[in-house]
C-alpha cells in the first residue's frame, strides 16, 4: 500500500507538497495520480502523469499543481500545491498502476483555512 503525507493546515496563498511512498520501486508504473475528495464526496483526479513524463491537470489545479517523481530512488511521487485555495480542501490519495501495480495510498488531509 503506498503511504502519503505533507498533508496540513494551510492559509489561502499558502503551499505544501505531497509525498507518495511506495513500498517498491515504482520504475515500471506507467500511471501516477493524485485524486481528492472533499467533505461532500465529490473526487476527482488532480494531476497525472505518465511513463513518458507527459501530465495532465484538473482545470482548477492547472499552473497551480505539480505532479513529479524521484527518479533516483523510484519509489516516491509528489504533488506540489501552490497559491493553494478553500476549494482545495480535500483528503488527497495518490495511485499507481503499472504492470506490477495497483495501489492507493489512505490518503492525506489538507485543509486551506483563514
Known amino acids: 500500500r503506498l503511504v502519503e503525507s505533507g498533508g496540513g493546515l494551510v492559509q489561502p496563498g499558502g503551499s505544501l507538497r505531497l509525498s507518495c511512498e511506495a513500498p517498491?520501486?515504482?520504475?515500471?508504473?506507467?500511471?501516477m495520480a493524485w485524486w481528492r475528495r472533499d467533505s461532500g464526496g465529490q473526487g476527482e483526479r488532480v494531476a497525472t502523469?505518465?511513463?513518458?513524463?507527459?501530465?495532465?491537470y484538473f482545470a482548477s489545479v492547472e499552473g497551480r499543481f505539480t505532479i513529479s517523481r524521484d527518479n533516483a530512488q523510484n519509489t516516491k511521487i509528489y504533488l506540489q500545491m501552490n497559491a493553494l485555495k478553500l476549494e482545495d480542501t480535500a483528503v488527497y490519495y495518490c495511485?499507481?498502476?503499472?504492470?506490477?501495480?495497483?495501489?492507493w495510498g489512505h490518503g492525506t488531509q489538507v485543509t486551506v483555512s483563514a
Open positions: 495511485f499507481i498502476e503499472g504492470p506490477t501495480y495497483n495501489a
Open positions: 517498491r520501486s515504482i520504475s515500471d508504473a506507467s500511471v
Open positions: 502523469l505518465h511513463a513518458d513524463g507527459t501530465t495532465k
